[in-house]
């Protein structure tokens, strides 16, 4: 049920059976990533676990039990984990309709274009009391081996009995991709080499080194995917459009997936290799920069996820009825051969074959099904400029229900086994949606909606407009969180992955206007509470404009995040603040930016010196102290 925040000297129990109530540390929510599962009240966060919000991952991904289970351990018994099944209350009553033929989904957002002007994850923490938790940092584990995609053994009761994999053909690559690309001057073989190089393995993330490849920019995704039940396989053909911005004679895709069978460029067989996610591809005849380009990679085989330490399990996902992907940060490769990085966003087309009884939902707009014999084939376009870690596809059965919050088409879709929660899933969503777009400003996309599927990864991921929540039905803060992110890490996405706070600080700070806008507590009633904490509390460290890969998902990312946002409108005032926060949206919608950026704008705004206040809330080790 949903609860405002405690008093300072209560100590309730975590929130939210599946997801203790922190969206801020579980949006993946660790529950989820999507926030992390906030240091509940009297209760010190077990050390490693991812905080879930968006991508909230407390320092590791941890289980929704587990975590209760730590609370209660760490305070003395005296925090108790919410019974299982116990939700949060419906909010405000949306107009949703029951479960949708294909059809009335299609028809739903047909009629109305996205609004005119233009074309994230994890839960929300209860803010704990004033008193003293215990000191944060224990020892670092040593690294945890990453498992290579299908080697995970987190889902083994998802999976079912080892069975033999068929020989799934992959389908055909669309028509436009097997035309050659017009014949320019042959060149004599030796000529060849000495136009360009190959493309770079990797974009320099500092925590992703090899997310990402250099020497081209790709504009489109085509991904045409047959699943089989029986094997849990699938034959894909995904095709890529982009171009080049040096000459190539060789470039690099990231891909751990399955077996590869074909791969072309420009319709023209192409050589590959494969050395651990780089595939690399070289051309028939180098690219030259500025050459628009197709690439076509068809794989066959079982996708599956990737377990990596502190970053949990993710990627593609198997479940009881088909198989969902939540890919932050770097999971996309697991299923898709793409370039892995946030700052080459492009759009996608999804066309999915699965067996009668099963559907598929991807995000963006449903584009039809077609039935044929026993398969029925689901298209889905997403026309806005998307993150690779943010493209999503569900298989499974799934109760679907349609409606709008105002002109934007909300669909939504929850597994059977969370048939009770799909109407409260639907009106909360419309309820966040429209409350957030007078906060925020204009929607960024042409849809909205969500999916509860089963993996108990008990954690949330913000999708591009379709969050999933993979094991358990959200709460309003929940919501609240992930739609946040629709503006704040899915329209404007990073440009480097060290400014996660960018995305996750401003979903949780979000949780806190939800709050505050029903009166049940006021955005610095919460700041206020968690900054007496003490100077050891998780709260505070590591920085969150530089948490390190290991903490990518910490605690400190969503809380303190969210803190330094407020310290900001405290220092501005609520007209400049809210100015800032809108037009940092507007401005930067479809693309991808920095903290440099962002503060550089809440100077301009505001009219006031700001670098102090970013650099001590955002980069200095402890407790913030003067700024």
């Known amino acids: 049920m949903t609860r405002a ?86 909010a405000p009553a949306g107009k949703a309709r029951a479960a949708a033929p294909d059809a009335e989904i299609a028809a739903s957002c047909a009629p109305v274009a996205p609004p005119a002007g233009g074309p994230a994850h994890r839960r929300r923490a209860v803010p704990p009391p004033e008193g003293a938790l215990p000191p944060a940092s224990p020892p670092p584990a040593p690294a945890e081996p990453v498992t290579p995609p299908g080697a995970s053994t987190a889902l083994d009761d998802c999976e079912g009995p080892s069975l033999p994999r068929p020989r799934i053909v992959p389908p055909a690559p669309p028509a436009a991709a097997l035309v050659p690309a017009p014949a320019g001057p042959k060149a004599a073989g030796p000529a ?18 090899d997310a990402g490849n250099g020497g081209y920019d790709v504009s489109h995704y085509d991904v045409a995917l047959t699943y089989d039940a029986g094997s849990r396989g699938v034959a894909a053909t995904v095709t890529i459009t982009a171009k080049a911005t040096e000459d190539l004679s060789a470039f690099n895709l990231d891909f751990r997936g399955p077996k590869i069978v074909k791969t072309l460029v420009g319709g023209r067989p192409a050589a590959r290799s494969r050395k651990g996610q780089e595939l690399t591809l070289t051309p028939a005849a180098p690219l030259r920069a500025g050459r628009a380009f197709t690439a076509v990679v068809q794989y066959a085989g079982r996708p599956g996820p990737v377990r990596a330490g502190s970053l949990g399990t993710y990627g593609w996902v198997p479940t009881k009825d088909g198989a969902i992907v939540v890919a932050e940060p770097d999971g996309a490769p697991t299923w898709l051969p793409v370039n892995d990085h946030p700052r080459d966003k492009a759009t996608y087309a999804f066309h999915v074959k699965v067996p009668n009884g099963l559907r598929a939902l991807a995000n963006g707009k449903p584009a039809g099904s077609v039935r044929k014999g026993g398969a029925t084939t689901y298209h889905w376009r997403e026309t806005s400029p998307m993150a690779s870690y943010l493209a999503m596809v569900a298989i499974g059965k799934f109760q679907v229900r349609t409606g709008r919050a105002g002109k934007i088409p909300v669909i939504t879709a929850v597994d059977p086994k969370y048939a009770a929660d799909a109407k409260r899933l639907q009106s909360t969503t419309v309820a966040a949606l429209k409350w957030e777009q007078k906060v925020f400003g204009r929607y960024p996309f042409a849809t909205s909606g969500g999916i509860v599927d089963d993996p108990r990864l008990d954690y949330a991921l913000e999708s591009q407009e379709r969050p999933v929540y993979a094991g358990f039905a959200p709460d309003e803060e929940f919501v609240v969180h992930e739609l946040a992110h629709q503006w704040f890490g899915d329209s404007v996405s990073l440009s480097r992955w060290q400014d996660i706070w960018l995305n996750e600080g401003f979903a949780t ?41 290991s903490s990518l998902f910490g605690f400190s990312v969503y809380i303190r995040g969210a803190m330094a946002l407020q310290a900001l409108r405290q220092r501005v005032g609520d007209k400049a603040f809210f100015t800032i926060l809108k037009r940092w949206a507007a401005t930067r919608a479809g693309g991808s930016a920095t903290t440099p950026e962002f503060a550089a704008l809440a100077e301009k705004v505001s009219g006031k010196k700001l670098d102090r206040l970013f650099q001590v809330w955002l980069y200095q080790s402890g407790k913030p102290r003067k700024w």
């Open 5 to 90: 925040a405690p008093p300072a000297d209560s100590r309730p129990g975590p929130r939210c059976s599946a997801a203790f109530s922190t969206a801020a540390v579980n949006d993946r929510q660790g529950v989820g990533k999507g926030r992390p599962g906030l240091p509940a009240p009297g209760g010190r966060p077990q050390q490693g676990g991812r905080v879930n919000g968006s991508s909230g991952r407390a320092q590791g991904r941890v289980t929704a039990a587990a975590t209760a289970a730590a609370l209660v351990v760490a305070a003395g018994g005296a925090a108790a984990a919410a019974p299982p099944g116990r939700r949060a209350a419906p």
């Open 192 to 209: 060849r080499e000495k136009i360009g190089g190959p493309g770079a393995a990797g974009l320099g993330d500092a925590y992703f080194k």
């Open 509 to 549: 700070y979000a949780e806190w206007l939800w709050q505050e806008r029903g009166h049940a507590d006021t955005a610095k009633g919460i700041y206020d509470r968690y900054y007496r904490q003490p100077a050891d509390s998780p709260i505070f460290s590591p920085p969150p404009g530089r948490p390190g890969r």
